[in-house]
């Protein structure tokens, strides 16, 4: 089993525990910020491990662009450094902290990664400066203002008429490892359409009913997980480039799997291990229940109309 399930998770469904103070960026403000004795500075190494024990460092010396303010918690002022070593620092996956710090170290990740690839504006070439406390980039030459991107990416818990969940083995990952279907969305594509797609091309499975359960921030290095359940049919034949392996475990054969070493699933923090452990006690939503269907049969008799 995954330890305590859920915990991690419920700080991307409730009002933010984070306030990114978006009234107080100016140079001023953050400078003011930045010499309060309160505040504190989250330290992030190159392998995305941050700091623990203690989690946060007092503020020194002077405030430099590339070093991002994240916001308020409980009105102590977070920032965030990139640093070259940290000998206590942990992975977000290993050692998932408390809500609030679990929203201050995704922040933190996503928004040094963009630091690191916004050296150039990617309209003219220009030279940029940070700004907004690290939340933005202005281009020298053509004063273009830039902002940290998110990529979206669907992940899916795909059951089939007798409750068994696919689980699937990239080629990449250690022996054992499975986890759920997972895929980035393509341009122009909604999250559904990009779930039909990724199951379909990657395990051949094929989809007749699918329902949004929520988001989580995951940024290595700037991804959104859009989570859904659906039902599926099909996965016999997975293609073997992006999955090894893939298939239909009842919950009896992930319990013995797991107990004998031979499943290793998701560690808790991750959107894939709430989908899992959801599943593992009964209780994902049911996929039919798509509230959409409904709605949209009425609004078509309303409105005499298709959109
Ligand atoms: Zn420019």
Redesign the pocket.
């Known amino acids: 089993m995954t330890g305590t399930p859920f915990v991690n998770m419920h700080p991307w469904d409730q009002v933010p525990l984070l306030d990114r103070d978006g009234a107080h960026r100016d140079p001023e403000s953050i400078a003011a910020a930045w010499g309060d004795e309160r505040s504190r500075v989250l330290l992030v190494d190159r392998s995305s491990r941050f700091g623990i024990a203690p989690f946060g460092i007092p503020t020194q010396g002077e405030y430099d662009e590339h070093t991002a303010y994240l916001g308020r918690v409980d009105g102590t002022c977070w920032f965030a450094r990139r640093v070259d070593e940290l000998p206590t620092g942990r992975m977000i996956r290993d050692e998932p902290p408390d809500a609030a710090n679990t929203q201050l170290v995704m922040a933190a990740l996503a928004v040094l990664a963009w630091h690191e690839s916004m050296t150039?504006?990617?309209?003219?070439?220009?030279t940029?400066r940070l700004a907004s406390g690290g939340f933005s980039a202005l281009?020298?030459?053509?004063?273009?203002e830039h902002f940290p991107r998110t990529d979206p990416a669907v992940i899916v818990g795909v059951l089939d008429d007798d409750d068994r969940l696919f689980l699937a083995h990239q080629t990449s990952w250690a022996q054992w490892r499975a986890s759920v279907l997972a895929g980035f969305v393509e341009a122009g594509e909604s999250a559904e359409n990009a779930l039909h797609r990724e199951v379909s091309e990657e395990a051949g499975v094929r989809l007749s009913a699918v329902r949004y359960l929520g988001s989580q921030p995951w940024p290595f290095p700037r991804s959104l997980m859009l989570a859904f359940v659906a039902r599926g049919y099909g996965g016999h034949e997975v293609d073997h480039a992006e999955l090894q392996w893939g298939g239909w475990f009842t919950r009896e054969e992930v319990e013995a799997r797991t107990a004998e070493g031979t499943l290793v699933l998701p560690g808790i923090g991750s959107v894939a291990a709430r989908i899992i452990d959801a599943w593992r006690i009964g209780r994902l939503p049911v996929p039919e229940e798509n509230y959409w269907a409904d709605i949209d049969a009425e609004l078509v008799v309303r409105t005499g109309e298709r959109f």
Request: hydrophobic content about 15%.
């Open positions: 150039h504006c990617p309209v003219c070439g220009g940029v281009c020298r030459e053509c004063n273009r």
